[in-house]
Structures are given as structure tokens and as C-alpha cells.
């Protein structure tokens, strides 16, 4: 079955810490590149960062730049995404997708696979 499945969301206060994971199964991990998308209520679909899983190549919104990092473990088929120094507009459905080819985009059109989104909420 091909899926992916988020995990690692939950609460904490501003300036802490969290790592969500996406693990990916039924299909070649190294033939796509995983992106990480966030919704707050009533907003949009928003790109925070992706990686290809072929060269390891990454992007980040200029939002979360220099406070998440995203990484991949290929042997695994999980991409996580490390999340410091969290704000109160960083509370939203955090969702990982798979695009291929493996060139990433911040374009959530653009990404065929998606998993079922983990809830992260930070408090003030």
C-alpha cells in the first residue's frame, strides 16, 4: 500500500522544540522528493520546506529558515523535520507529501501523495 504517515506533532510552548517524521511505504523513496506543508484554520496550504531524495537538495520558506531543518534517512524511507524556537504562528496540520520527479517545489499542486497531517500547536 502506498502511504505516507506523519507523526510527532503535539503541544508546547513558544520557543520550544519538535520533531515530526514522515515515513513512506509501497513506493521507491529515492525517485521523489518529500515536502512538509502546514494549514492554520482559514489559511491555505503552505510550503515550509522539502527535500529530494535523490541529491539531498533542500528548500525552506523564508518563515522557518534557520529555526527547522529537514533531513532524510533513505535506509529508512523517513524524512523528519526538526522544528526550534517555535512561535504561536507556527500552529497549524503539519502534512508531508511526495512528488516525482525528485526536484521539489513549494508548490503543493505539484505533489501526488499526502498523508494524513499531525497537529501542532504552540502556545504563547
Known amino acids: 500500500e502506498v502511504q505516507l504517515v506523519e507523526s510527532g506533532g503535539g503541544l508546547v510552548q513558544a520557543g520550544g522544540s519538535l520533531r515530526l517524521s514522515c515515513a513512506a511505504s509501497?513506493?521507491?523513496?529515492?525517485?521523489?522528493?518529500i515536502g512538509w506543508f502546514r494549514q492554520a484554520p482559514g489559511k491555505g496550504r503552505e510550503g515550509v520546506s522539502w527535500?529530494?531524495?535523490?541529491?539531498?537538495?533542500?528548500q525552506y520558506s523564508d518563515s522557518v529558515r534557520g529555526r527547522f531543518t529537514i533531513s532524510s534517512d533513505n535506509a529508512k524511507s523517513t524524512v523528519s523535520l526538526q522544528m526550534n524556537k517555535l512561535k504561536p504562528e507556527d500552529t497549524a496540520v503539519y502534512y508531508c507529501?511526495?512528488?516525482?520527479?525528485?526536484?521539489?517545489?513549494?508548490?503543493?499542486?505539484?505533489?501526488?501523495?499526502w498523508g494524513q497531517g499531525t497537529q501542532v500547536t504552540v502556545s504563547s
Open positions: 509501497g513506493f521507491t523513496f529515492d525517485d521523489y522528493a
Open positions: 507529501a511526495a512528488m516525482r520527479p525528485p526536484i521539489g517545489t513549494m508548490n503543493p499542486q505539484m505533489y501526488d501523495l
Open positions: 527535500i529530494s531524495n535523490f541529491d539531498g537538495t533542500t
